[in-house]
DNA sequence: AACACGGGGTG
DNA sequence: CACCCAGTGTT
């Protein structure tokens, strides 16, 4: 048989399923690689059902790159609000700002000039050379590996840099045999998103069924193998949700660009759960002092890697007291409205519970 | 190689 | 509740 007969006969396979059920996604529906980018960014570790409301709304905005790179970084950070892995649109913004100011506002449309974009790891930067300039630049994300491990039997883990290094050396492999590429590298996402599933895949649906080493092994719920995850730490907070009783805006403070929910504002928070400690900590981070702090409620926050447990705190203010510069993890203070700048969703959860009305006990 | 980084859908 | 998602950058 000639050299690579069974990886142009597989890919042919995936790419004529994928032209009958492949979903009609916003981005599918553009070859621009701006809008193909954005996709691309805000679908890293986020569903294409959470991330559609979004890229429509940033579309709507930010229609082409210039204005992206000419937006504010707030505007930016706002329509990203509640997606998560907000380093995310911090980078996109970066990166936007590199191609206008080093090329001329053209996407780079090669695997190698798209790397050097912020935020443009070796997953975005072959989905964006191969579906918005169909080079044939292979792809491995969690669908991808899933749908190879199963296919060709890899009982090594997927999070094993070994591992990866194989299952692109395939991914490569497959997509020289493509054509074109950027359909068969959406076609084995696909697969993987829709019939090959993490559990109950589908496999009585699937194009690759007669062929796959896990299906015939009957080891289709043990591929892929994972190593074990940590258990999230638990953290311990009190917010200090403070509102000026006559403007009825917010003691709000801006943390630092970098961890966790960098540039994004919040009710001040502190590391504890004594209500007393929390109001000499709001000192020291620059609030106003002696503002009694009543306990309205509880927040449970869950991260992959920590467990938030929040006493959300109340307290109202006569004067909006002048503020001073706070320390870390917060750059900035400021009393507003919180429908003008960026939440987290736990700062929305937040600031939803200190609104809820006291009730009695009894 | 391990870890930080969000949030939500699913069984 | 556990799992995991169209991953990247830092340490």
Redesign the pocket.
């Known amino acids: 048989m000639m050299e690579g007969d069974e990886e142009r006969a597989l890919a042919h396979t995936l790419t004529a399923w994928f032209e009958r059920h492949r ?1 009609d ?1 916003p ?2 529906r553009t070859r621009d690689p701006y809008a193909i980018w954005v ?3 805000m ?8 991330v559609i409301p979004y890229y429509q709304r940033f579309l709507g905005r930010f229609p082409d790159v210039a204005s992206l790179a000419s937006a504010p970084l707030d505007h930016v950070l706002q329509h990203w ?8 649109a911090r ?1 996109l913004h970066a990166a936007a700002e590199q191609v206008v100011a080093d090329h001329g506002g053209v996407f780079p449309n090669t695997v190698e000039g798209l ?1 050097a ?11 964006i050379a191969s579906i918005a300039f169909d080079a044939p630049a292979p792809l491995v ?6 749908v190879l491990s199963r296919r060709f039997g890899i009982w090594d883990d997927i ?4 591992t ?1 290094k194989e299952l692109w050396r395939i991914a490569g492999d497959l997509v020289r045999q493509a054509a074109p590429p950027g359909a068969f590298n ?1 076609a084995l ?2 697969l ?2 829709t019939v090959c ?4 895949p589908k496999c009585e649906q699937c194009p690759l069924a007669a062929d796959c080493v896990a299906r015939a092994e009957d080891a289709v719920d043990r591929l ?1 193998v ?6 999230p ?1 638990t953290v311990r907070l009190v917010a200090a949700v403070v509102t000026h009783e006559r403007t009825q805006r917010v003691l709000l403070a801006q943390r630092h660009a ?5 540039g ?1 504002w919040e009710p001040p928070m502190v590391e504890g759960d004594d209500l007393e400690t929390t109001r000499g900590q709001l000192g020291r981070l620059g609030a106003p002092p002696s503002v009694e702090l009543r306990e309205v409620g509880e927040v449970t ?6 467990r938030l447990d929040v006493t959300v705190a109340r307290a109202h203010t006569a004067r909006a007291h002048r503020l001073r510069k706070p320390s870390e993890p917060y750059v900035q203070l400021r009393w507003t409205d919180p429908a003008e700048v960026a ?6 959860r937040v600031l939803e519970t200190a609104d809820q009305p006291q009730e009695r006990l009894f």
């Open positions: 979903r996604l981005w599918r996709s691309e960014i679908l890293q570790q986020t569903r294409v059902d959470t609000q509640g997606l998560g892995y907000y380093r995310r980078q790397r974009l912020s935020g443009v790891g070796p997953y975005t930067a072959g989905a994300d969690g669908n991808v590996a899933r999070k094993q840099g070994r990866q959406q996402m696909e993987g998103a599933t993490p559990r109950s892929p994972v190593g074990a995850k940590k258990a730490r970098d961890g966790l929910f960098g994004l926050h869950l991260l992959t890697h920590r939440l987290s969703t736990l700062a929305r």
